[in-house]
Nanobody, 115 residues
């Protein structure tokens, strides 16, 4: 099992920035596919960004050029840097790890962007 704890959410004005952190324990992030998802009220959970073990990244079209996923192997932590935030980015953001058939989720952190 891998435990994931997100932090860094909050309230920010449109155009602002936040950095989310996902601190992992029980396994090392660098050998997993690590991803950030988000779920807005009344909507399905959607993939925001993913970071493969080899370093390849994927982003949802809606966040390309604004969000960056990264990891710090020494801290065993994954980050999501979010710039130029928009009200439509408002959601609960979740960290997820995938390793083969294994999946673990964090508890989520709320991000609210005011207009």
């Amino acid at each position: 099992q891998m435990q994931l704890v997100e932090s860094g959410g909050g309230l920010v004005q449109a155009g602002g920035s936040l950095r989310l952190s996902c601190a992992a324990s029980g396994d090392i992030v660098s050998r997993n596919t690590m991803a950030w998802y988000r779920q807005a009220p009344g909507k399905q959970r959607e993939l925001v960004a993913a970071l493969m073990a080899g370093g390849t990244t994927n982003y949802a079209d809606s966040v390309k050029g604004r969000f960056t996923i990264s990891r710090d192997n020494a801290k065993n932590t994954v980050y999501l840097q979010m710039n130029s935030l928009k009200p439509e980015d408002t959601a609960v953001y979740y960290c997820k790890r995938t390793f083969g058939n294994l999946q673990n989720w964090g508890q989520g952190t709320q991000v609210t962007v005011s207009s």
